[in-house]
Nanobody, 124 residues
Framework: VQLQASGGGLVQDGGSLRLSCAAS????????IGWFRQAPGKEREFVGT????????YYSDSVKGRFVISRDNDKNTVYLQMSSLKPEDTAVYSC??????????????????WGQGTQVTVSS
């Protein structure tokens, strides 16, 4: 499966933005789809993931309550709705695909498929 994230841009503190992750190739509905982000000079950080069948979602503490992940298997697309954005949310956001066990949901190594990221910049 090939992934492409889009929808990034510049937004003010407290604003909202929706990212999309479009998949091509086969098997989209067979994968959990996650989001990671990386800010300059910082380590890659898990944002959240959505399961392939029941659409169960998991989020990092830093975004819980502000970000929502959803998926449309008919459109082979996953969305990351981001609200109440903060300057510290500024990063390149990448979508990923894999089938991690529960204890590895937040680990980059659990997702073998990565797409190119999209830049999100939150101004103060």
């Amino acid at each position: 499966v090939q992934l492409q994230a889009s929808g990034g841009g510049l937004v003010q503190d407290g604003g909202s933005l929706r990212l999309s992750c479009a998949a091509s190739g086969s098997g989209f509905s067979n994968y959990d789809i996650g989001w990671f982000r990386q800010a300059p000079g910082k380590e890659r950080e898990f944002v959240g993931t959505i399961s392939k069948r029941r659409g169960r979602t998991y989020y990092s503490d830093s975004v819980k309550g502000r970000f929502v992940i959803s998926r449309d298997n008919d459109k082979n697309t996953v969305y990351l709705q981001m609200s109440s954005l903060k300057p510290e949310d500024t990063a390149v956001y990448s979508c990923v695909a894999g089938n991690p066990i529960l204890s590895e949901i937040g680990m980059a190594r659990a997702y073998p498929h990565w797409g190119q990221g999209t830049q999100v910049t939150v101004s103060s």
